[in-house]
């Protein structure tokens, strides 16, 4: 059964703390994505890797960090310089024949919260 | 600056309503715009992608269309399943990293 499987479900960060989300494909996909969304807010892209042991920064990379040194994998740590982390965090990932049309498959996602 | 606004931000109809959602763009230059679904909680559902001007696709009750500065994404006789947020995004520019700007979303709930 392909899919994407993102865990913990629930992830809850002390003051100074980092904490890793874990992102992982069956799908043999070569991108990978991260995206943060917020209340009333689109996504927004944090990090994304074309290829393994290469990866850019999106819009919003302060904060975080990601390696890609396996195809199926792109964790993402949500470091203490992330000032306001509470949010819903999405990866995706897309085929280099489904990146000329676009199409990201998403995991069901990540609820981070601050104790 | 490249910007994607969906409307209305909520809607609430009652089944059997049908309505329309709509996604205006402002980019540089649009590669294909996109529509996603997403329940509570769970990440987005890919539904449709239009590449250009005039374009229609159909799934079941959804049908979006596509013109220069907007998509409409229209819902006839909507039941209470269909009830989600839906989201718009468009890819721009001449990049090849698949990267997509979303909208805010609009949250759509149908009553029984």
């Known amino acids: 059964d392909g899919g994407i499987t993102q865990s913990p479900k629930y992830l809850f960060r002390k003051e100074g703390q980092n904490v890793t989300l874990s992102c992982e494909q069956n799908?043999?996909?070569?991108?990978m994505y991260w995206y943060r969304q917020d209340p009333g807010q689109g996504l927004r892209l944090i990090y994304y890797s074309q290829i393994v042991n290469d990866f850019q920064k999106g819009d919003i990379a302060e904060g975080y960090s990601v390696s890609r040194e396996k195809k199926e994998s792109f964790p993402l740590t949500v470091t203490s310089a992330q000032k306001n982390p509470t949010a819903f965090y999405l990866c995706a990932s897309t085929s280099e024949r489904l990146i000329a049309k676009n199409i990201q498959y998403f995991g069901a996602g990540t609820r981070l919260s601050v104790l | 600056e490249d910007q994607v606004t969906q409307s209305p931000e909520a809607l609430r109809l009652q089944e059997g309503e049908s309505s329309s959602l709509n996604c205006s763009y402002t980019v540089s230059g649009l590669r294909g715009l996109f529509w996603y679904r997403q329940d509570p909680g769970k990440g987005p559902e890919f539904l449709f992608t239009l590449y250009s001007a005039g374009e229609e696709k159909e799934k079941e009750r959804l049908k979006a269309t596509l013109t220069k500065k907007e998509s409409f994404l229209h819902i006839t006789a909507p039941k209470p399943e269909d009830s989600a947020t839906y989201l718009c995004a468009v890819r721009v520019g001449s990049s090849n990293t698949g990267k997509l700007i979303f909208g805010q979303g609009t949250t759509l709930q149908v009553k029984p």
């Open positions: 799908l043999n996909h070569d991108a």
